[in-house]
């Protein structure tokens, strides 16, 4: 189930919600229980093949635990060992093919690939209790059982697509006995964060997909001008995407009296490569950080050191967000940016910052254009196009690609439906001033997100409306598939 479809928003929310409450003036343990229940029938809705899996390596994971708890061993081993296990599991399902599909390659082999099904969220929650079982073992959980643990993991909130949660901050709130009555401040709150979330993505990420994607589909023939409002729409798309859901996460918990991380702040304001992963998926970053980067010895160890251990962990990031050597190049790429960044600071510190501003949009643009490209070659073949900047005219395509239905309706509304204009164009244009707005100028670190003024009341019902009725035809995340 997603959360930008009718029966999530109309059926699926409000009574899990209402019986969340209903359930926990009974009994913490028996709210928890409709979480659980809950967050199974959200996964496993149109894809219970995934189930069997999920619950085989939850099994593992909480028998490593009691392992941990009841046998007299040494509790580094056993988490060394889970670890493993769940690193191996990842690596089979989203790489073995892409392994064994370079092995004929390069050796000329002919080994046949596997119909793996690749489980919903798999590194997400994989992620998910790696952490936890890593804090168990440093004594952080060890008054929590099989019903926090389960929790935890499967909360559907964050369950697919994050943000990753610290296990013990997350099972505090779960267990915080003055958060089991409905707080109708967290519900307003949460409801305007779902909304300002469903908009980004219903109405901002989508339309710029279409586009996206009719570029793609047309990549051989599109002209440099393409090329370059390309990478601009995906550079947007993505973020609305996933920040979108990002935003509807938090504020779907919310609306349960739990708090998730932030996962993003401003990233496009971002000064440097370094400042943007500070800004970007925040939640994956700290994973990163506190489970790989400071364990290989962070910066403590000499430059050297820190900039083996800093590729390292941007390898990882981009193996972990798919088997394809775009997503390798991406991480590798970001991480030698980030290097580049710790060399030339003393420098750089001193240029005027909306030059470093410009330089690190158009950077991460450029490769945000790698991840979104189905290999590298093509990702190349568009750049050079775009770089020579030949053919200056935008297809016709790609305009057509903005025409909605429902911005029909709004010149309609406001009287301006004689005007014989090009308002596909008209839109294309609205979008991206817009979309810049939103990137740029407004603060987006949720430090106001309990405050609720009139502007943002408005907004988000505006927002809410227009993304229910653009809930026409389901879309997924294009972090749906990691």
């Given amino acids: 189930m997603q959360f930008n479809t009718y029966e999530f928003v109309f059926f699926f929310l409000p009574f899990t919600v209402i019986l969340y409450f209903i359930a926990n003036k009974i009994q913490i343990n028996l709210g928890k229980l409709v979480l659980i229940g809950a967050s199974i029938i959200f996964y496993s809705y149109g894809r219970s093949n995934m189930l069997a899996y999920f619950g085989i ?18 509790p580094q081993i056993i988490t060394g060992f889970t670890v493993a296990t769940n690193i191996v599991l990842l690596l089979y399902f989203k790489y073995f093919n892409f392994l064994f599909e370079n092995i004929n390659m390069l050796f000329g082999k002919n080994y046949a690939e596997r119909d793996i099904i690749l489980p919903l969220g798999i590194s997400f929650y994989t992620f998910q209790q790696i952490s936890y079982v890593v804090a168990f073992a440093r004594g952080e ?46 519900i307003a709150c949460g409801i ?9 993505k219903v109405l901002l990420a989508d339309t710029f997909a279409k586009a996206v994607t009719w570029a793609y589909s047309n990549v051989d ?7 370059l409002l390309l990478m601009l729409f995906y550079t947007f798309e993505i973020y609305f995407d996933f920040s979108g859901y990002s935003d509807m996460a938090v504020g ?50 000499g430059i050297i050191r820190t900039y083996v251990n800093t590729l390292i962990v941007f390898l990882i990031s981009g193996l972990w967000h798919g088997a394809n050597w775009t997503f390798i190049l991406w991480g590798l790429l970001h991480g030698i940016l980030s290097c580049f960044d710790r060399v030339a600071d003393r420098f750089t510190t001193k240029v005027f910052k909306p030059i470093r501003w410009i330089c690190t949009f158009i950077t991460t643009s450029i490769l945000w254009l790698l991840f979104s490209a189905e290999s590298v070659e093509q990702w190349k073949s568009i750049l050079i196009k775009t770089i020579v900047m030949q053919d200056k005219a935008i297809s016709r395509g790609l305009i057509d ?14 009287h301006l439906d004689w005007l014989i204009v090009d308002r596909c164009a008209i839109n294309m244009i609205l979008f991206m001033i817009v979309s810049s707005i939103i990137c740029f100028i407004p603060k987006n670190n949720y430090v106001n997100r309990r405050k609720l003024t009139i502007s943002t009341l408005v907004l988000a019902t505006i927002g809410f409306v227009w993304g229910i009725l653009c809930l026409g035809t389901e879309s997924t995340f294009v972090y749906f598939g990691f």
């Fill in 192 to 200: 305007k964060l779902f909304s300002l979330g469903l908009i980004k």
């Fill in 221 to 227: 023939s599109i002209t440099s001008m393409d090329g």
């Fill in 401 to 414: 690609s903005f025409y909605l239905i429902e911005s029909e309706f709004v010149y309609k509304l406001i």
């Fill in 57 to 74: 390596s939850i099994l593992i994971n909480y028998c490593s635990i009691l392992v941990i708890r009841y046998v007299k061993m040494n």
């Fill in 252 to 301: 779907i918990s919310l609306m349960l009296n739990i708090e998730l991380p932030i996962n993003f702040n401003s990233p496009y304001k971002a000064i440097s490569v370094r400042d943007f992963w500070k800004r970007w998926h925040i939640s994956l970053t700290q994973f990163l950080t506190k489970y790989i980067y400071i364990p290989l010895g962070g910066s403590r160890k």
């Fill in 141 to 186: 959980l060890e008054e929590y059982g099989i019903i926090d643990y389960m929790a935890y993991i499967l909360y559907f909130p964050k369950l697919i697509m994050g943000p990753l949660a610290d296990p013990l901050v997350f099972i505090q709130q779960l267990n915080d006995k003055q958060s089991k009555s409905i707080n109708f401040d967290n």
